[in-house]
């Protein structure tokens, strides 16, 4: 496994491994891994010939006041993670090399960013889109790796992808969770035991609106939220709920009713709460 600290040196090694027909699949991630990155490499790895992993802290998708600073960071045990896991580049920039001082080129998706995370997070993810476009130009990838872990960061990358047909594939790796059903994230060291014990609330309210849906009994999306809602309050350690939402998950387009949702729409259920200064997001997918 090598290391590529500079993104000279990786977009030349990414041109040299095309021209040798090399499969390149790609993970970007923020490092601090854990298993959910490791099932979106495993993924990489079955169908790619290389396989690269971004590690980088990026500045431009925090806002002011968020945990840029404090974002957990440990190189040398990703490192590890990575050799163990199979990778066979890591590119590990510096935030000068990726944002030169002058630096002032972004891509920006409109519409569907302007809710939901985005609506909490503004300017989120024109930096998200802007260093992923960024590293796909980088990276040269076949394909890239990304987690329903981060919903609507899927959606926007897709259709970023497709609406300046750019010539990759985007993929997408399920939620890896821990075993009380909390979502794995590099967040979660953030919490104290009090927190995580009651974090694992989202994956239950998540749960009783699938079961309720799945059970037919009752459908109706305003109930449905305020019980979540209920449910989630209830945890003394819960600050503040940020949204219950339901969307298309193609589309994001909101879902008012299920009554008159198309067969084979897949809903998405997401929710952000905050746990003192932590904040969560998790999603289930329901296949309607
Ligand atoms: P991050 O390092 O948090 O920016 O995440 C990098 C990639 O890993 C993103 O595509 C995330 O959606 C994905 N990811 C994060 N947590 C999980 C998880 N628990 N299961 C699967 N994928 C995840």
Not at 62 to 69: L, R, W
Not at 118 to 129: D, L, M, Q, S
Not at 193 to 213: F, N
């Amino acid at each position: 496994m090598k290391i590529l600290k500079t993104s000279a040196s990786a977009q030349k090694l990414a041109l040299k491994l095309r021209s040798e027909n090399k499969i390149i699949g790609f993970v970007p991630t923020m490092g601090y891994l854990h298993e959910g990155h490791l099932s979106l490499i495993k993924t990489a790895r079955k169908k790619a010939d290389v396989v690269f992993v971004s590690i980088f802290v990026n500045p431009l998708q925090f806002g002011p006041g968020e945990d840029f600073e404090r974002y957990p960071r440990d190189f040398k045990s990703d490192e590890k993670f990575c050799r163990d896991s199979g990778v066979d580049y890591i590119f590990y920039p510096e935030n000068n090399d990726m944002y030169p001082e002058d630096f002032s080129t972004y891509t920006e998706v409109e519409k569907i960013t302007g809710i939901l995370e985005g609506k909490i997070r503004p300017g989120h993810f024109k930096g998200v889109t802007t260093v992923c476009l960024k590293l796909f130009n980088l990276v040269q990838p076949h394909f890239a790796v990304f987690g329903q872990k981060d919903a609507q960061q899927l959606a926007v990358i897709r259709k970023m992808v497709l609406e300046l047909n750019l010539p990759l594939k985007i993929i997408s790796g399920e939620i890896k969770r821990e075993s009380d059903g909390l979502a794995m994230s590099s967040r979660n060291t953030y919490l104290n035991k009090e927190q995580r014990e009651d974090a694992s609330v989202l994956y239950r309210a998540l749960s009783y609106a699938k079961r309720k849906i799945e059970e037919g009994y009752n459908r109706d999306i305003d109930f449905l939220s305020h019980q979540m809602y209920k449910l989630i309050k209830s945890h003394p350690t819960v600050t503040k709920i940020d949204y219950i939402a339901f969307n298309n998950n193609r589309t994001l387009e909101e879902i008012k009713s299920l009554k008159t949702l198309k067969k084979n729409t897949e809903m998405l259920i997401s929710i952000a709460v905050r746990f003192g200064k932590i904040r969560l997001i998790d999603n289930f997918v329901i296949k309607y």
